[in-house]
């Protein structure tokens, strides 16, 4: 299982997975001090969460932009079919490996679940008996030449680009409670940043200028902080931090991060994208008079800084 996903990862993603150029002090002040890099995290992942890479539900789209489509759609002609299709949570077994392997996706499930609990018997010492045995080894037997299957015909795969950095998360989010914790607040959180962005710039563009769109982050925080005074300096600093903390998460497997320091990052996370939802509250509740009005922009102390 743990050489399918990798694989995977390498053939599909690409080598940045394992190796992607991060400052060496930014990975000295927040890596664990027990951790270890030889191996990739998939080689840390409990047994059980190797299942959630295959099978936990997840979508693509990004909600809060296709509601904004919705609002704004007078016809069905204003939609796109694939967009609305792309919010249904679907699992990467059934996006990506139920093409090349001849199984449904809940024969694997079931067998690595019942798998799971006769290894816990193992490693924690609890008697065995002929049963169990047996039980261990039909399992394994019924799992194996699938799993196979799966990497010989791995190539077969194909992922766009769109694609790639919500497989990465998700295989982050599968490392454990805590990285999915921290992954989920992240999205949410960017969310939050780009509606409020996208909203202020709607209001107050010239005729003919084009939308945002969802691509650039420090764009995004630019316009909230230099433009409209929404956050200070610290805050937006605060945010790249975190958005560097995020890649790391996300593209740098060898690194383990302590388990506090995500944490609390998290926390700090979920504080700005409450202020940033309450900001949008009282800004569709008041109307378009209520939309703050741009500023003389600001020099930015952080423009020097790279820290995306």
């Known amino acids: 299982m743990r050489k399918l996903i990798t694989k995977f990862m390498m053939i599909n993603i690409g080598t940045r997975w394992t190796n992607e150029s991060i400052p060496k002090e930014v990975l000295e002040s927040i890596r664990s001090k027990s951790a270890k890099q030889e191996n990739n995290h998939l080689y840390e992942v409990d047994f059980i969460q190797l299942s959630y890479f295959l099978f936990k539900d997840y979508t693509y789209s990004n909600l809060s932009g296709l509601l904004d489509k919705l609002k704004k759609a007078t016809k069905l002609e204003d939609l796109n079919l694939s967009e609305l299709k792309g919010t249904i949570p679907t699992s990467n ?30 490693a924690h010492n609890k008697q065995i008996g002929r049963v169990d045995y047996d039980d261990i080894i039909a399992l394994c037997g019924e799992l194996m030449p699938k799993l196979t299957e799966a990497i010989d015909n791995l190539d077969k795969i194909v992922i766009s680009e769109a694609e790639k950095e919500i497989v990465s998360e998700n295989v982050a989010s599968s490392r454990s409670d805590v990285y999915m ?125 790279k820290l995306d």
């Open 93 to 122: 077994w059934d996006r990506h490996f139920s093409t090349i392997v001849k199984c449904d996706g809940d024969y694997i499930k079931s067998r690595w679940e019942k798998l799971y609990e006769k290894r816990n018997l193992v």
């Open 181 to 305: 914790e921290f992954i989920t607040s992240w999205a949410h959180f960017q969310r939050m940043v780009y509606f409020l962005a996208n909203l202020l710039h709607e209001a107050h563009k010239l005729p003919g200028e084009p939308s945002l769109g969802e691509n650039n982050l420090r764009n995004h925080l630019n316009l909230l902080y230099r433009k409209y005074g929404i956050i200070t300096s610290q805050v937006k600093r605060d945010i790249l931090e975190i958005f560097q903390l995020r890649n790391i998460i996300v593209h740098r497997p060898d690194i383990i991060i302590g388990p506090n320091h995500i944490q609390s990052k998290g926390a700090q996370l979920r504080g700005y994208a409450l202020f940033l939802s309450e900001t949008i509250s009282g800004i569709e509740k008041g109307g378009v008079e209520n939309v703050p009005k741009p500023k003389s922009e600001q020099p930015d102390p952080d423009d020097d800084e």
